[in-house]
């Protein structure tokens, strides 16, 4: 089945700098990489997603790459701010169709402190 | 994801006891998803359902059951035979293979 593994585990940043986290996955047949957010005591939260037949996606301060060759993708907040502090997950689904249809599979997740 | 309602938002239950958690969407999705997340750990898929009268074993899907006999709702039954049920269980429903959008959350907690 698919793995998924999420770096960093924890992450401190200044306000005003930029944030970077990283997921690699391990199921080529996976096309579909949500990203959440999700803070203290609460459901997480969809930011943005990617699909297999682009490489990049942008959505104001934040942005999503993906390399499927390398089978890694990754988030990218510009310009954070203290309410960007929370728990972001990446996943990876195969969607292709019969019974792995939508089955998401989680990374463990990215602390992210951002400091005023 | 303002839909979808899970109760109770905590639920304490004894040992041995069986308990059922609530899912109801009214966002007319087909699919619905239970997940599991423990302190500090990304979330693990438990069981999920497609369509009504059909659903699939997740990753972690042994101590627990599920019906799908409505397209609203997706109850998840946590038995006695789940070594460790204490976790916050999460309910997702999606329209189409991509998006998923989270109920609230019950937090279970077992003694």
């Known amino acids: 089945g698919e793995n998924v593994e999420q770096h960093p585990s924890t992450l401190s940043v200044q306000e005003g700098d930029s944030a970077v986290i990283k997921c690699t996955y391990s199921d080529s047949a996976s096309n579909y990489f949500p990203w959440y957010k999700q803070e203290l005591g609460k459901r997480p939260q969809l930011i943005i997603d990617?699909?297999?037949?682009?490489g990049e996606k942008k959505d104001q301060r934040i942005a999503v790459t993906l390399n499927k060759t390398a089978k890694h993708f990754s988030l990218h907040i510009t310009e954070t701010q203290p309410e960007d502090s929370a728990v972001y997950f990446c996943a990876a689904s195969p969607n292709a169709g019969g019974t792995s249809y939508g089955k998401l599979t989680f990374g463990q997740g990215t602390i992210l402190t951002v400091h005023p | 994801d303002g839909g979808i309602t899970q109760s109770p938002k905590y639920l304490f239950r004894k040992e041995g006891q069986n308990v059922t958690l609530s899912c109801e969407q009214n966002l007319n999705h087909d699919a619905m998803y239970w997940y599991r997340q423990d302190p500090g750990q990304g979330l693990r898929l438990i069981y999920y359902s497609q369509i009504v009268n059909d659903f699939q074993k997740g990753d972690i899907a042994e101590g627990y059951s599920v019906s799908r006999e409505k397209k609203e709702s997706f109850p998840l039954t946590v038995t006695s035979a789940q070594k460790n049920p204490t976790a916050f269980y999460l309910c997702?429903?999606?329209?189409?293979?991509?998006?998923?959008?989270f109920g609230p959350g019950t937090r279970l907690t077992v003694t």
């Open positions: 997702a429903v999606g329209d189409g293979p991509y998006e998923q959008y």
């Open positions: 990617i699909r297999s037949n682009v």
